[in-house]
């Protein structure tokens, strides 16, 4: 695996945060504004651990090679999971969008060619295609304010419907697998600035804020209606009045899964790598695996839960905080 | 090398929609308007665009089944996402409309026109009217409307909106709640619900003043609803500020009559909200809007209108 730069690193977590947004229906209005600034205000503490951590030399590559299996495996089942949970979430989004190929088992096939090729690439040339669709995120997002700009009626933010700040902070939480990923891609981020690696944190949280502050502004009551109201705020947002701008929202959201599918698939595949370095064919391990993950939840309609925070929590900020005690305890002893 | 044009070549092929379940333009037909009469029995009239002059037609038990029936009647894909008009024969509820937007793929700003007891023919020009509704509301004789608005206000509390109707004197405005139509506005009401909507002032009114007839150029127009509970009644104020060439006193109590006339004949009568009445509520006395249901708030409000110089 090449080295990554921060800026890189920013744009593949800020894309799997912008894929979460499109597929989840969040709560919409001031209270539930508030509490995603909570949500992100407790992202950044639990990175804090992570940060000394890589800031004392740590290496996942090296700690893996030293014959630690458990803290390996328990990440590539992580990552496995939540590529199976981002095929349900394509699955289940894909009605809303009309995607041409909604049929579940050929989209799960098709993004997973796509990834299979994108990871057979290396991390290098993926964190510059996550580079080059960050921009056309950026392209959409101006598409989607000029759109929302003529609908957009302030007063309507107090008919938002909102279950409130904490529960807010909460949904955003659960949200937050990018943590454990980020923990992972610090191994292979270039040394820099703490302030510069974490900057995926105010700018998912600016992404965040401005599309919760759209659809609270745009649909107002009408929020609710809809199961995915990123979706609906699309559908009225039109910056032409007889004509609609579907297809960039569609090339987006199949950038952003095929993007975030390889991301978990690439990870997956290296940390496999440096536990089984004789194995062969790992992507397509990993990618088999998510799919299989991803039926298995698709047939119990499982696609989060608060308990979702729990191995975010444990994988963030227990295991690092965990690594740190134990290297200085080493440092002390020699 | 070999490799990557290869893969290059799979994903312009497969990956851009060129393979399959795509459609030439010519295989298409693009709706300009459509008149929709949903009965027992669901039945479609398709307006085209200037040029192709056709009318065409289909049955079906829902929207979707009538589309298919005048697809397969020309023996071309019917595209809905450019349609500019859609008539209604009766009322629509606010899930026939979400699905007009979600699932027909029309634009929110598809404009919506009932046509209760009139009729639209095959000699219509539907542009004709497409446009007049456009002009109406470009020079502020009629207040903004279209799918989405009608759609946003069906969905509120009270579950009303204001839409236009074609009479036989031509377009009025009216309010319904889905089903039926509650009541048609008069002009003077119409009127009056652009200046407390405020989404498209006219440029210019003709004022009665000291000095006889004479024209007001209105240069900016703004309007604020806000909310008041005083000894626990909700006292609901549109203050409406102008600035302009003129006779501004004359121009001010002009428009405050218009309004006057739209608060009586919507929110007095028909306890219609139809120019942000919950939205103040819920913003300036949140407890209280939590406490009461919107009809109660309807029933006791009272109205306060403020016309001023900016």
């Known amino acids: 695996m090449n080295r990554i730069s921060s800026g890189q690193l920013t744009c593949i977590l800020l894309l799997s945060e912008a894929f979460m947004i499109m597929c989840l229906s969040a709560d919409t209005g001031l209270p539930a504004m508030a509490g995603t600034a909570i949500g992100f205000g407790i992202k950044l503490l639990l990175c804090i651990p992570a940060m000394v951590l890589y800031k004392n030399g740590f290496s996942l590559s090296s700690y893996c090679k030293e014959r630690h299996f458990v803290l390996p495996v328990i990440f590539v089942l992580y990552f496995i999971a939540r590529g199976g949970i981002s095929f349900v979430l394509i699955w289940n989004s894909a009605e809303q969008l009309s995607l041409p190929y909604s049929g579940s088992l050929i989209t799960a096939v098709l993004i997973g060619i796509v990834c299979l090729y994108t990871s057979s690439l290396g991390l290098r040339t993926f964190s510059r295609a996550a580079t080059f669709t960050a921009g056309f995120l950026g392209i959409t997002l101006v598409i989607l304010l000029i759109g929302a700009w003529q609908r957009m009626d302030i007063s309507s933010i107090s ?109 997956s595949a290296h940390i496999m790598g440096t536990i089984f370095p004789r194995l062969k064919l790992r992507s397509i391990i990993a990618l088999l695996l998510m799919i299989g993950a991803g039926t298995l939840f698709g047939f119990i309609g499982y696609t989060g839960s608060p308990f979702c925070i729990l191995p975010i929590v444990f994988l963030t900020f227990t295991v690092p905080l965990w690594l740190l005690i134990k290297k200085k305890k080493e440092c002390r002893a020699s | 090398m070999i490799k990557r044009i290869f893969c290059l070549c799979a994903a312009l092929i497969f990956a851009t929609g060129c393979t399959g379940g795509t459609a030439e333009v010519r295989e298409r037909i693009y709706v300009q308007s459509a008149v929709l009469d949903a009965g027992e029995y669901t039945s479609l009239e398709l307006f085209l665009f200037e040029g192709t002059g056709e009318l065409v037609e289909g049955v ?30 009766s009322p629509m509820d606010s899930s026939g409309l979400m699905n007009c937007l979600d699932e027909y793929r029309l634009s929110p700003g598809c404009r919506l026109l009932l046509l209760q007891g009139e009729d639209i023919s095959e000699d219509t020009d539907t542009t004709k009217l497409t ?10 004789n009629i207040p903004q409307t279209d799918l989405f608005t009608i759609l946003k206000e069906l969905q509120s509390a009270d579950g009303k909106a204001l839409a236009p109707l074609l009479t036989e004197d031509g377009i009025s405005m009216c309010i319904t709640d889905g089903q039926n139509i509650l009541g048609i506005l008069s002009q003077r009401a119409t009127i009056g619900l652009v200046w407390l909507r405020g989404d498209n002032h006219p440029e210019r009114i003709t004022v009665t003043g000291e000095n006889g007839t004479e024209s007001f150029q209105v240069y900016s127009a703004c309007t604020d609803v806000s909310a008041q509970i005083i000894k626990g009644i909700p006292h609901i104020k549109a203050e409406v500020k102008i600035k302009g060439k003129g006779n501004t006193n004359a121009a001010c109590n002009m428009i405050k009559a218009y309004c006057q006339s739209a608060i009586d004949e919507t929110a007095e009568s028909m306890r219609a909200d139809v120019f942000g009445i919950e939205a103040a509520i819920a913003r300036d006395c949140s407890e209280y809007y939590a406490q009461h249901d919107f009809d109660t708030v309807m029933r006791t409000a009272v109205f306060e209108i403020d016309v001023r110089e900016k």
């Open chain 2, 131 to 140: 446009d007049s509704l456009k002009l109406g509301t470009e020079k502020g």
């Open chain 1, 159 to 267: 008919l938002a419907e909102s279950s409130g700040a904490f529960s807010g902070a909460v949904e955003n939480l659960m949200l937050s697998d990018s943590l454990p990923v980020f923990f992972v891609l610090m191994s292979f981020t270039r040394e820099d600035r703490p302030a510069k690696r974490l900057m995926f944190l105010p700018i998912g949280l600016l992404l965040w804020e401005i599309v919760q502050l759209l659809c609270a502004a745009v649909l107002g009551g009408l929020a609710s209606y809809g199961e995915y109201p990123f979706f609906l705020l699309t559908s009225v947002s039109q910056p032409l009045a007889a004509q609609r701008a579907d297809a960039i929202y569609l090339i987006v959201f199949v950038l952003l899964c095929t993007l975030r599918i390889t991301m978990f698939t690439v990870l």
């Open chain 2, 60 to 89: 079906g038990k829902d929207i979707f089944s009538a589309t298919e029936n005048a697809a397969v009647r020309t023996g071309r894909e019917i595209f809905l996402g450019h349609t500019e008009l859609l008539c209604l024969k």
